[in-house]
């Protein structure tokens, strides 16, 4: 696929996998995901499965479909699309969007064969859907993705609805900031609060020498 973006590729298998290796099922520990959710089940491993952009959801909605269809549910059991609630607030109106974390892929939880391959039943099932790619691998064996990087990509798909965090917010109280726009624009200042309700920053600014808070829209000011 074209302009994919390095940091936009999930973490690779950093050592060739043995043929049929599976993890063992156990509690997710990370933050952000329900206490009683395996990271993996049993005798499955999850692979990272290369689609179409823009087409995320309905390649997941797809094999899910396909899947009990074919009632293949103990050769594959998970498909997810990670993503992160934000609020984006522009003029006092703020509306909550859900943006990928990983662009370009679909993560399934599944069983390979010993030698590692996937079944043939399976891999027809997978490849004849409309956006599909192919797994992270080689030689026609995917890779099974590290268990720090499962933990990692479950605490996403599995956080609360309402961890939502505000889009773009790069900065933190304290930070020192440059206004972008509005009356203040090109002022510098710190930040002293932010209004993640709102979506508003307070930035103490040095006016006519004397430091002023002043309240803007966090969109309007950047890091320096």
């Known amino acids: ?30 933050a952000g995901s329900k206490p009683d959710t395996e990271l993996v089940r049993k005798g499955m491993n999850w692979y990272v499965l290369k689609v179409a952009a823009n ?26 699309v990670p993503t992160r609630r934000e609020k984006r607030i522009r003029g006092g109106t703020a509306r909550v969007v859900h943006h990928k974390l990983y662009p370009g892929y679909v993560f399934v939880e599944m069983a390979t064969d010993p030698d590692g391959r996937i079944s043939e039943k399976v891999w027809f099932v997978i490849k004849e859907t ?22 990692k990509m479950l605490a996403a798909a599995l956080r609360p609805d309402d961890a939502t ?18 009356p203040f624009e090109n002022f510098e200042g710190v930040v002293d609060e932010i209004n993640t309700q709102k979506g508003t920053v307070r930035v103490i600014v040095t006016i006519f020498g004397r430091a002023t808070p002043i ?7 950047e890091l320096v």
């Open 1 to 30: 696929m074209t302009g994919e973006k390095p940091q936009d590729r999930p973490a690779a298998e950093a050592t060739e996998p043995k043929p049929g290796a599976t993890a063992e099922a156990q509690p997710a520990r990370s």
């Open 55 to 80: 087409k995320e959801d309905r390649v997941r909605e797809a094999l899910e479909r396909k899947i009990k269809i074919e009632q293949l549910e103990d050769r594959v059991g998970r498909i997810l």
């Open 130 to 151: 409309s956006g599909v790619g192919d797994f992270i691998g080689s030689g026609g064996k995917p890779s099974p993705m590290p268990m720090r990087d499962v933990e």
């Open 165 to 182: 965090a505000l889009a773009s917010l790069s900065f933190k109280k304290g930070d020192r900031v440059k206004v972008t726009e509005g």
């Open 215 to 221: 309240e803007i829209e966090y969109w309007q000011v």
